[in-house]
Structure formats: structure tokens, C-alpha cells
């Protein structure tokens, strides 16, 4: 974490004036689940504080003020919510992080995460003079610390995951299932790492 020189410093440069900021959600469902009612109401607040914000999202894509451009940023969309689980075709496997996607899938692990990072990566990469901050909403994928070394970032943690995971492994009775579930949350692991070494992060 930073010390209190350099949040400071922080702190003053903020206040020299608008902010130019891109804000990241690996998912941002409009109406329930938490991602993208915040996002929604957030952003505008910062639009409205007289700020310029820009959502780089996946699907589900959220609802936006007007005054926000959305960045779509597709995902395989494994797990929606007509087809959940369902099994991506050979063409849309065209690029890295939808192999990747796939990949993870076969081997039961939840991975938006991870390629959502590494697609906000590939495209912050090429704006780094476009931007003063990226606010991240919870994806914490690996690719984030790689955002993070081209332009500031700050990250949002809504709650532990940890917990979920816990609650469904204390009701799990089989080991088969218990084993699934291990599989699938595996990425809290990565999402631990990346949060451990982030400097500003708002809970």
C-alpha cells in the first residue's frame, strides 16, 4: 500500500482537475447481481462530478448513462443465461484469449477473469496517453498488474469470494462435487495475488 506522502500527493493532483478515467467490468448484468447497477450509478456520479469516464465491459453489457462510452469487449459468453455452460464453436476460437477461455472451461475453471484482463490489457495498451486512472471493478485477473505498470489504477472489492466458495463447499456432501467446485473457483487464488499488490484498493 502507499504511504501517506504519496496518497497525498495523489490526492493533490486530483484536485488540479477532470478526471479522464476508464472503468473496467468483466461483467455488468443491468438489472441484478451487484456489477452492473453499480457500475451504472457510479460512473454517472463521476460524470456528473464533471469527470470523463469510458466502460470497457463484457457481457453481459451494462446500461450507461448517455454521456459514457461503452467499449464492448466480447467474451466467449460460456455462462449466459439462455445457453449456461455451453460449448463455444470452432470459429470463434480466433484469438488468444477465447482459446484461452475455452481452455479453462474444458478444465472446469471459471477464467473471465483472467482473459477479460488480458483484453482490457490489449486495448489500454494502446491509449495509455488517453487516460489518467482505470478503476477496476473486482476482475482482479493477472493482466490487471500489467494495466496498472502503463497507467494508475485503483480497484474495487465488493466481497470476498472466499466466502461464497466457503458457504458452497460446507454444503457440498460429495467429494466428486467438492473437487468441481475447488476447480471452479480457482481463479480467488489469482484474484488474491493481484490484490496483494495493487496500491490503491477501495472495499
Known sequence: MPGGAEVQRELDRLREGPLRLAYLTYRGKPHVGGQGVYTRHLTKALVDLGHHVEVYGGQPYPVLDPRIAMHKLPSL????????????AYWELNNWPNMLEALYFL???????????????RELRERVADFDLVHDNQCLGKHILSIEKLIPTIVTLHHPITKDRKLEMQHTKTLWKRLGISRWYSFVKMQGKVAS??????V
Open 107 to 121: 478444465k472446469g475453471t471459471f477464467a473471465e477473469p483472467l482473459t477479460f484482463s488480458l483484453r482490457a490489457y
Open 77 to 88: 459468453d460460456i455462462f449466459n443465461d439462455q445457453y449456461p455452460g455451453r460449448f463455444p
Open 197 to 202: 499488490r495493487l496500491p490503491r484498493i477501495v
